[in-house]
């Protein structure tokens, strides 16, 4: 057993340590729930609404990661009291913090998203999105690995702590429908440029990201729904996710997902009133080198008005 626990450490070493040269890469398995944290043009999607989620990825292991998130969006038509916001609001805004720990990192990335929409049709909607991104990174030199610590950039801070702040812009652009999407998002479109404190990462890359998702209706109490991530970044292997689930009674669904390379996942939520909750159990691939744990994903959502479809849910 304790040797398992030491290649386990020696394993999950590597990795904290490869992720140290660029920002970390946050996986969230229900990313459809979280659309506009990817692509600000999506802000307001689904209306106003708090959203939040906890993640804890690879259980039971010390300094694996853990991500928690919280949002705030507003629709500017609902505000307003339009009849149907959704296709006749043009503007709506959001605020988004993720905080994330692995190993000897803290982030706390903090979004300001600000999204309008131009109407082409009695059912579409062009959107365009922009948002300001502000990250704090802090190192605790005293949990440092020892192949983190024969690194330049980070073994100078050994025994003490070390901060830094990095300021960059996210980009988005959308097709939405009620029953389908298509986005096309881009995260730190500076590449990090704008930073100050200690200088212990060598870039925060681009990011890009597309978003697709359809859903249909099979009977009065069956909706089908699709959905499809792929992300590119420089330093990271190409994410790419599915995920296929069923709405029920517009009380609760079911489904499954799965992320190339790396893990697949069941996904379980219910509704009730204005509340959104999903929990997603993730469990790696046989081929992943990842192995070294699942890892569980909790999900609550709050409509900040009376939604006219409960089972418009992606």
């Known amino acids: 057993m304790k040797n398992r626990c030491l290649i386990l450490g020696i394993v999950l070493s590597f990795f904290l340590f ?12 229900q990313f459809t729930q979280f659309q506009s944290y990817y692509n600000p043009g999506l802000t307001g999607y689904e209306g106003s609404a708090v959203r939040g989620f906890v993640r804890n990825q690879w259980s039971g292991v010390e300094g694996a990661p853990k991500t928690k998130f919280l949002s705030l969006e507003l629709d500017f038509g609902e505000l307003g009291g339009l009849e149907d916001p959704a296709l006749m609001g043009k503007n709506a805004m959001s605020l988004n913090m993720l905080h ?8 706390t ?4 998203a600000y999204a309008s929409r131009i109407r082409i049709s009695d059912k579409h909607n062009v959107r365009l999105g922009a948002g300001v991104n502000y990250l704090s990174v802090r190192l605790d030199g005293n949990a440092l690995t020892v192949e983190q610590s024969q690194d330049v950039a980070i073994g100078q801070y050994l025994g003490s702590f070390a901060n830094m702040q990095i300021i960059d812009f996210n980009l988005g652009l959308a097709l939405t429908h009620e029953n389908y999407y298509i986005s096309y998002g881009m995260h730190n479109v500076n590449g990090g440029r704008l930073s100050t404190g200690d200088n212990f990462m060598d870039s925060n890359p681009v ?7 359809y859903r249909h209706q099979f009977s009065e109490s069956i909706t089908g ?40 996942s069941l996904h379980f939520g ?4 204005n509340m959104r909750l999903g929990y997603v159990y993730e469990f790696p691939t046989t081929t992943s080198r990842q192995f070294l744990g699942n890892t569980h994903e909790l999900m609550v959502m709050l409509k900040l008005f009376e939604p006219k479809e409960l089972s418009r849910i992606w």
């Open 207 to 213: 990011s890009i990201m597309v978003q697709t998702g």
């Open 225 to 264: 729904i699709g959905n499809f991530f792929y992300r590119k970044q420089n330093g990271f292997a190409d994410n790419t996710e599915i995920n296929l689930k069923a709405l029920m009674l517009d009380t609760f669904w079911v489904g499954a997902g799965r992320r190339f390379n790396y893990a697949n």
């Open 18 to 29: 490869v992720e140290t040269f660029g920002q970390s890469r946050k996986y969230i398995s």
């Open 270 to 273: 219910y509704l009730v009133g």
């Open 100 to 107: 994330d720990t692995y190993g000897a990192f803290r982030e």
């Open 109 to 112: 990335e903090l979004i300001a």
